[in-house]
């Protein structure tokens, strides 16, 4: 099993920014024998799970969803088995529950690709 953990929601003014943060852990993860890929997406309410940002655990590469592009920054500390998402220049429209997600192997931006999820957490954008 593979256990995430999310922190560092809140709410913002529109305009300034927020790091969320993503632990995992679990006995069955061992990225140094299974490669993984990381991913943050989000959920407003009534609306679907969207891809915000990927990364691959164990080579660094990232992908972001063009409404993200050039405002967050996803990244990784390998030996502290985490993963953050840096949110800056936030818009009332990045409003939403934020999901961090694995998967083993290849990336996705499906959501229904990925395999572990955590519970979740808030950001409120107010204009």
């Known amino acids: 099993q593979v256990q995430l953990v999310e922190s560092g929601g809140g709410l913002v003014q529109a305009g300034g920014s927020l790091r969320l943060s993503c632990l995992v852990s679990?006995?069955?993860?061992?990225?140094?024998?299974?490669?993984?890929?990381m991913a943050w997406f989000r959920q407003a309410p009534g609306k679907d799970r969207d891809f915000v940002a990927l990364?691959?655990?164990?080579?660094?590469?990232?992908y972001y969803a063009d409404s993200v592009k050039g405002r967050f920054t996803i990244s990784r500390e390998y030996a502290k088995s985490t993963m953050h998402l840096q949110m800056n220049s936030l818009h009332s429209e990045d409003t939403a529950v934020y999901y961090c997600?694995?998967?083993?192997?290849?990336?996705?931006?499906?959501?229904?690709?990925?395999?572990?999820w955590g519970q979740g957490t808030q950001v409120t954008v107010s204009s």
């Open positions: 997600a694995a998967r083993e192997r290849g990336s996705s931006v499906l959501p229904g690709q990925y395999n572990y």
């Open positions: 990364i691959s655990w164990s080579g660094g590469t990232t």
């Open positions: 679990g006995p069955t993860f061992r990225p140094y024998i299974t490669p993984y890929t």
